[in-house]
């Protein structure tokens, strides 16, 4: 049986003891002979085969240890941390009072967990409704960026170029009359206005035409990925090579049955009404929830760890790199090409993390307070959701979801089931004129 006691409690920082039976010794030490003994060599013995008691008398009591006390101590201070209802948010600090054959083992234990959070006022809030509508704009400019999408290019001889069209240039770049390297190339398509460049340069090269050679003058950014260039300015000799313009498919009934399923442009036109009023509902939704969260927040009271937040980078940070990953990048290509640093990226995700952690607290000790549950049926519907968004079959995830990774999903559900309680008990007011 445990036997954990809790020590002292300063805010978030909790030192507590635990002791382990000489029973659950014995089955670490056991585990640190098997996992040792045929690295050991004792003459008159084979590998493998030298008794425990003999190592221990040459080597000491205490040479298996380190090893028994790391196979035994994660179960042992899970179990203890659960006697003692502490919600730990780091790793803990152990120090080892006694350990002994006879005794068992006596750990002191220094942790953070979460803080106490004080709620102030969460329902019934007051929040300025967010506008809705769509207009005529809106559809036109949906309209707008799907012609451009079955736009189709067409060589253009008879002007100069101009902005939206694309180019080919040759360009050879250089600093203080010296070429520099990567500023070279023979043949570059460049789409004028994508900004895809140095500031400046794309506007440049608007106004010239097929087979004009002519310079142009920039400045590379402070902030430039290649330090011996940020800064300083340069020369690129240009000429132009070509130039393709996006020729804009005519907005008629042709149109919307070649973009979508309708067969009149009218039908299209009310499609895309229909989707953007849900999106901009959606979008709503957030943004007034946003306000509604940060208003609850405000009202709270806390003292939230540093390790918290620092955990939430961390995480967010992680996020971050798988996607770099999914890209076919590295993190050091990354920061190169921006021209950034890794302490910089965790200083910008330093107010998300808070409101983040923040809201999380709270919206947790709003479902304790007003005791909010979830049924076994809404969970499982939970799981089998999140197993097919992996295209996993439903009764499969069910077996294969582990009881910890069911507790953290439902400790999800009951946070937007509380965040479900602010919105539904909030009074909505019509934007000021």
């Known amino acids: 049986m445990m036997n954990a006691t809790l020590i002292s409690q300063e805010k978030t920082e909790v030192k507590f003891s635990f002791e382990v039976s000489a029973e659950v010794l014995e089955t670490g030490l056991a585990f640190a002979y098997n996992k040792n003994k045929n690295q050991i060599s004792i003459p008159g013995f084979r590998k493998g085969k030298v008794p425990r008691k003999l190592i221990e008398a040459q080597y000491g009591e205490s040479f298996f240890y380190e090893d028994a006390i790391n196979h035994i101590f994660p179960d042992e201070y899970k179990a203890a941390i659960k006697e003692l209802d502490l919600d730990v948010v780091c790793p803990p600090t152990l120090d080892v009072e006694y350990i002994d054959k006879e005794k068992g083992i006596k750990f002191l234990i220094d942790v953070t967990v979460k803080p106490e959070v004080t709620l102030g006022q969460y329902k019934g809030l007051t929040v300025e409704k967010v506008p809705a509508e769509v207009t005529d704009e809106d559809i036109e400019a949906e309209l707008k960026r799907v012609q451009n999408q079955n736009a189709r290019m067409v060589e253009v001889t008879d002007r100069p170029a101009q902005m939206g069209d694309v180019v080919k240039i040759s360009y050879a770049g250089s600093v203080d009359g010296v070429p520099f390297e990567g500023g070279q190339s023979d043949s570059h398509d460049l789409e004028l206005g994508s900004h895809s460049f140095i500031e400046g340069f794309e506007e440049q090269i608007v106004g010239h035409s097929i087979g004009e050679k002519f310079d142009i003058n920039v400045t590379f950014p402070e902030a430039?990925?290649?330090?011996?260039?940020?800064?300083?300015?340069?020369?690129?000799?240009?000429?132009v090579k070509g130039i393709t313009a996006k020729e804009l498919p005519e907005l008629n009934d042709e149109f919307a049955e070649d973009v979508s399923e309708f067969s009149t442009l009218d039908e299209y036109k009310a499609s895309i009404a229909g989707k953007l009023a849900k999106e901009k509902t959606e979008r709503a939704k957030q943004l007034q929830?946003?306000?509604?969260?940060d208003a609850a927040v405000a009202n709270c009271t806390m003292e939230v760890p540093q390790v918290m937040y620092d955990n939430k980078i961390d995480s967010m940070m992680r996020e971050f790199e798988e996607n770099i990953v999914r890209q076919g990048l590295t993190m050091d290509l990354y920061y190169q090409y921006l021209g950034t640093t890794e302490e910089a990226m965790r200083e910008n995700f330093k107010d998300t993390s808070i409101k983040s952690v923040d809201a999380r607290l709270m919206l947790e000790k709003i479902a304790k307070e007003e005791n909010l549950t979830i049924s076994k049926e809404d969970l499982d519907a939970e799981v089998v959701k999140y197993g097919e968004s992996y295209g996993i079959d439903g009764k499969m995830m069910l077996e294969m979801f582990k009881d910890e990774d069911r507790k953290a999903l439902e400790d999800d559900m009951l946070v937007r089931a509380a965040m479900k309680l602010i919105?539904?008990?909030?009074?909505?007011?019509?934007p000021a004129q």
């Open 423 to 430: 919105e539904d008990t909030a009074i909505l007011t019509e």
């Open 289 to 293: 929830g946003d306000k509604l969260l």
């Open 224 to 239: 430039y990925h290649a330090p011996e260039l940020a800064g300083k300015p340069a020369v690129f000799a240009i000429e």
